[in-house]
Structures are given as structure tokens and as C-alpha cells.
T-cell receptor, first 112, second 113 residues
Framework: SQTIHQWPATLVQPVGSPLSLECTVEGTSNPNLYWYRQAAGRGLQLLFYSVGIGQISSEVPQNLSASRPQDRQFILSSKKLLLSDSGFYLC???????????FGPGTRLLVL | KQEVTQIPAALSVPEGENLVLNCSFTDSAIYNLQWFRQDPGKGLTSLLLIQSSQREQTSGRLNASLDKSSGRSTLYIAASQPGDSATYLCAVRPATGRRALTFGSGTRLQVQP
């Protein structure tokens, strides 16, 4: 069966510090991978998605970036965090665009 | 641009009640619609997926309907239980383009024992 992992679960970082959130998927190959952010009281916002190694599509302009160094690894990064980057970050995978998406447990980021 | 609205934003009901959660979307050109459940501080769990050609899907005490032409979907929960307490999110996938999901902001449900 497939599983999706995210770490860390919780992170508190000062403004201006770098960020690296990791997501890995097990039990499948060549999945579509997604990064979402959920701000308090708001819906999920798609940040990035990837259909293959090294292929990243950005949905919104921001100071975050994503990379996919391996087939089942998706990384969300920032060189300098902003207060507005605080939120709940969810990684998801899907076998294709037509099917449902399966979500990881999330990372709660607080930027102070 | 697709917009998804969920009403009500929050709902509190006594155990045993049947309830309906509403979702509306502005662009009827969708590929499918999904309902997810999110427990506090957790990821999302897919509940039901309705393809654009379907009218409804059922899973246990859950029934989701889709009226694509009017841009509406409802999630019906029968005989609610305290364990149903969670936030329920509706998401639509467009029929063309990159087909990224657009989510509503959710309905926070509290079922009182």
C-alpha cells in the first residue's frame, strides 16, 4: 500500500531564516506530487505540483520554491522566510490528474 | 477563475441528526468533485469522488450529490456521530488545463454526544 510522509511535523522559525520541508511517498512510482498551504480559516492553496523528476510547476508567485530530486521525493524550500509564510503545509500525491489525491499529515510552520 | 464556496462555515448538531453540507462552484466545466475530511491539525482524507458524468456517490452513511449545471454539490451525513466531528472540504478539478484542485474553505462540523 502507498504511504506519504512529511517532516518535520512542526517547525518554528525566525523571519529571514531558510526553510526545507520534505515529503516522500512509498509504494508507488512516478506519482504526481503537490504542495499546498492552508492558512488559518482558509481553504487549501496549491503552491506547486510536479509530474516527474525535475519538473516543477508553480501556481502562485512567492518566495517559496520546490524541487523533486527523486521520483518520490518533493521538497519545499525558502531562502528567507516571511511572517506570511506561516501556515499548515500539506503534501499530496496522485496517480494521475484524473484520480483523487492522497494527503500527508502536514507540517505546521510558525514564522516569528 | 474557479471559486468554491461552502456553506455553512460551521455547524453544531446533536448526535443522531441527519445533516447536509453544501458546496457551490462558479465554473461548471469540471472533471470531478471530491469531498475530503480533515481532523484538527491533520492531513486530508478523501471521502467521496464524483465524476462529472455522475449524479451521486455513496459510502456508508455518506452520500454526495452533484448538479454540475447549477454548480452545486451536497454531502449528506446520516445518523451523525461524535466521531464525524471534523472539517469537511469540497474540491473541484477543472475539465481542461492543468486540472489542479480548487478547494472551498470548509465546513467545521461538531456533533454533540
Amino acid at each position: 500500500s502507498q504511504t506519504i510522509h512529511q517532516w518535520p511535523a512542526t517547525l518554528v522559525q525566525p523571519v529571514g531564516s531558510p526553510l526545507s520541508l520534505e515529503c516522500t511517498v512509498e509504494g508507488t512510482s512516478n506519482p504526481n506530487l503537490y504542495w499546498y498551504r492552508q492558512a488559518a480559516g482558509r481553504g487549501l492553496q496549491l503552491l506547486f505540483y510536479s509530474v516527474g523528476i525535475g519538473q516543477i510547476s508553480s501556481e502562485v508567485p512567492q518566495n517559496l520554491s520546490a524541487s523533486r530530486p527523486q521520483d518520490r521525493q518533493f521538497i519545499l524550500s525558502s531562502k528567507k522566510l516571511l511572517l506570511s509564510d506561516s501556515g499548515f503545509y500539506l503534501c499530496a500525491w496522485g496517480p494521475g490528474f484524473q484520480e483523487t489525491q492522497y494527503f500527508g499529515p502536514g507540517t505546521r510552520l510558525l514564522v516569528l | 477563475k474557479q471559486e468554491v464556496t461552502q456553506i455553512p462555515a460551521a455547524l453544531s448538531v446533536p448526535e443522531g441528526e441527519n445533516l447536509v453540507l453544501n458546496c457551490s462552484f462558479t465554473d461548471s466545466a469540471i472533471y470531478n468533485l471530491q469531498w475530503f475530511r480533515q481532523d484538527p491539525g491533520k492531513g486530508l482524507t478523501s471521502l467521496l469522488l464524483i465524476q462529472s458524468s455522475q449524479r451521486e456517490q455513496t459510502s456508508g452513511r455518506l452520500n454526495a450529490s452533484l448538479d454540475k449545471s447549477s454548480g452545486r454539490s451536497t454531502l449528506y451525513i446520516a445518523a451523525s456521530q461524535p466521531g464525524d466531528s471534523a472539517t469537511y472540504l469540497c474540491a473541484v478539478r477543472p475539465a481542461t488545463g492543468r486540472r489542479a484542485l480548487t478547494f472551498g474553505s470548509g465546513t467545521r462540523l461538531q456533533v454533540q454526544p
